[in-house]
C-alpha cells in the first residue's frame, strides 16, 4: 500500500503543482502525491507548466485545488512549501507527519518570460532535491 502526502501552498499554482508531480514521479509508486492551495490561484502557472516539460513530467491538465477537499482524507504526511501555507495547515485527523519546507515563489519573478523560467527552474530544481533527499532518508525533515 503506497503512503499518501498532501503538498500545501497558498495557490496550488507553482511550487505545490511541481512538488506533486515530482514527488509522484520520485516516490516510483511507493508515494500518492496531492497538492493544494489555503487560497487556489484557479490555475496552474504556465511557466510551472513549461518547467515541468523539460523534465518529460506533463503537469498541463492539473488543477488548482483547494485543501478543503482534503481536510477529511488521511495523509501520512503534509508538506508545507510556503509561509502562508504553513499558518494555514489544517489539523488532519488521519494523523501524520507535518513539514515545512519554505521555498521561493517563482510567480514573483520578474523580466523577460526566459528570465522568469530560470527562476522557475531553479526553484523546480530545489524542490526536487529536497523531496530526493526526504525518499532517501525519511528520518530528515
Known amino acids: 500500500m503506497s ?10 499554482s507553482c511550487r505545490s503543482q511541481m512538488a506533486e508531480a515530482l514527488w509522484q514521479t520520485l516516490g516510483n509508486g511507493e508515494w500518492q502525491a496531492e497538492s493544494a492551495g489555503s487560497k487556489p490561484a484557479g490555475y496552474v502557472h504556465p511557466l510551472a507548466v513549461k518547467a515541468m516539460q523539460e523534465l518529460d513530467i506533463d ?5 488548482s485545488k483547494s485543501l478543503d477537499q482534503f481536510r477529511e482524507e488521511p495523509f501520512d504526511l503534509v508538506v508545507t512549501v510556503c509561509d502562508n501555507a ?19 515563489d517563482p510567480a514573483h519573478a520578474t523580466g523577460s518570460e526566459d528570465e522568469q ?20 532518508n525519511p528520518s530528515t525533515k
Not at 3 to 12: A, D, F, Q
Not at 59 to 63: D, L, Q, R, V
Open 86 to 104: 504553513q499558518e494555514a495547515c489544517p489539523v488532519f485527523p488521519g494523523g501524520g507527519e507535518v513539514f515545512h519546507w519554505p521555498f521561493f
Open 3 to 12: 503512503k499518501r502526502v498532501l503538498i500545501l501552498c497558498t495557490g496550488n
Open 117 to 136: 523560467l530560470v527562476v522557475f527552474r531553479r526553484v523546480r530544481d530545489e524542490i526536487r532535491e529536497r523531496i530526493q533527499q526526504y525518499l532517501d
Open 59 to 63: 503537469i498541463s491538465n492539473y488543477e
